[in-house]
């Protein structure tokens, strides 16, 4: 009997005993959990703009740029502008050398101005006075003939008489024949000043006329292009050349380089190697948002004008290059500054957004840990929209001003093999503030 009261009375302490244990130890857990859930970082659901985009580093450029190389060989005689300078179209930059051209093309003027006179005088015919001329050369050539041969007829009859000897009758004769061809001579010459220019003795002329205008034409162009003119209003970007220098037709100047470099930077253009696993949700036609180290805080609004369709490998990365164009119309961007050029895929304004690492993806299923009224992390479904590495957008599940735990506490029921529902893997831009709350609209 003392057994039995002993062992009962054992058996009554002992669960005395559990009885102030177990409350002590369910005590110990719920204080733990109550330090994770205070430790653990929630932030309120907002609203704000979100972007889905695409970023990349590429060199500004301009979309009109002229290496000027020289039409014509010769001296650099003047250099009349200096980089950075505005020009307009066909303003005079450079002038070369063109004393020995000037002496052609006097030489040429000369040749050409006596062919004209040629011509004239084949065209225009005799004057009155050559005319006259020419009649009173002939009549005299004429009565010099026929007295010469009287003469001769008067000496035949003397010599038949022996009035004069056969030297002196020889000499009247010789005479005769002098005058018939200085006869001939002279209506030769008064028939050739009547008779009308022929036609191949002016078309002669006029062939010489042609040759020697299109010399002159040729060297009057040499001239011209020894005036090295801008093909485009822009900014002159590079001068390579000195008063002095010598540069080659078809060339660049002595030392390799282009005398005269003119861009119009207007619009800017920025080629940017696009990720493979990016390029198929790239499109012409999208807005692109280019930031400089130069213009710190400042955003330029650009467009993508092309796509490649031919892909570049370096370093087993396939890129393809993707071209941007942006306005400058105050001319504040410049050729080769480095720029971050954010591609928008799809942007949303006034959406409901929570940071990525608060978003949790078991399998197909998504959800957030949301504080219930208690202050404990309550798991919610949700529905997602865009997303980008800093921000998801919730379509469905959560309303403005709820909070959602970014790192759920330790026992909320997160599987180790839970992963954050937030970036995806090609999405390189952080939009918004840093995830202590959504980004405000820029």
């Known amino acids: 009997m003392k057994k039995v009261v002993v062992l009962f009375v054992a058996l009554i302490l002992f669960a005395v005993f559990l009885g102030g244990c177990f409350p002590q130890q369910g005590q110990r857990t719920s204080q733990v959990q109550q330090k994770a859930v205070a430790s653990s970082q929630t932030v309120p659901v907002r609203r704000g703009r979100i972007a889905d985009t695409v970023s990349e580093l590429g060199t500004l450029e301009p979309l009109s740029k002229v290496s000027i190389i020289a039409e014509e060989s010769g001296k650099v005689a003047e250099v009349l502008v200096r980089e950075g300078e505005s020009v307009e179209k ?20 000369a040749q050409l101005k006596s062919a004209q006179v040629d011509l004239e005088e084949l065209l225009s015919g005799p004057t009155e006075v050559e005319l006259r001329s020419k009649e009173a050369q002939y009549t005299e050539a004429l009565l010099a003939y026929e007295e010469a041969k009287k003469t001769l007829a008067r000496n035949e009859r003397l010599f038949a008489s022996g009035a004069i000897s056969q030297e002196e009758l020889e000499a009247s004769r010789n005479e005769v024949t002098k005058r018939e061809k200085a006869l001939a001579v002279a209506k030769a010459e008064l028939e050739e000043t009547k008779r009308k220019p022929k036609k191949e003795d002016v078309e002669r002329v006029k062939a010489r006329i042609e040759e020697i205008e299109a010399s002159l034409r040729s060297v009057e162009r040499r001239i011209a292009k020894a005036e090295i003119r801008s093909p485009l209003k822009g900014i002159v970007l ?37 990720n493979e696993v990016d390029i198929p949700r790239v499109r012409i036609g999208q807005t692109a948002r280019i930031t400089l180290d130069a213009f710190p805080g400042k955003t330029f609004e650009g467009q993508v004008v092309a796509v490649a369709y031919q892909g570049k490998t370096s370093e087993n990365v396939v890129t393809y290059d993707t071209t941007v164009h942006l306005a400058n119309p105050d001319n504040l961007l410049r050729a080769g500054m480095t720029a971050n050029v954010e591609i928008i895929i799809q942007e949303k304004e006034n959406a409901l957004l929570v940071p990525a690492s608060a978003v949790k993806e078991e399998g197909q299923r998504t959800f957030v840990f949301v504080k219930n009224a208690q202050g404990q992390p309550e798991r919610r479904a949700v529905v997602l929209g865009i997303r980008n590495d800093a921000f998801v957008e919730v379509m469905e599940g959560l309303q403005e001003g709820e909070e959602v735990f970014v790192t759920p506490p330790e026992g909320a029921g997160v599987s180790p093999s839970s992963t954050s529902g937030g970036a995806q893997g090609n999405v390189r831009i952080r939009v918004g503030p840093a995830p202590q709350g959504p980004p405000p609209g820029r």
Request: aromatic residues 2%; hydrophobic residues 40%.
């Open 90 to 109: 066909g303003q005079v930059l450079l002038r070369l050398d063109t004393e020995d051209l000037e002496i052609t093309r006097s030489q040429i003027l």
């Open 238 to 274: 590079e001068v390579n050349v000195e008063e002095g220098d010598f540069v080659s037709s078809g060339t660049s100047a002595s030392g390799g380089t282009t005398p005269v470099v003119v861009a119009d930077l207007s619009t800017m253009k920025v080629d940017v190697p696009v």
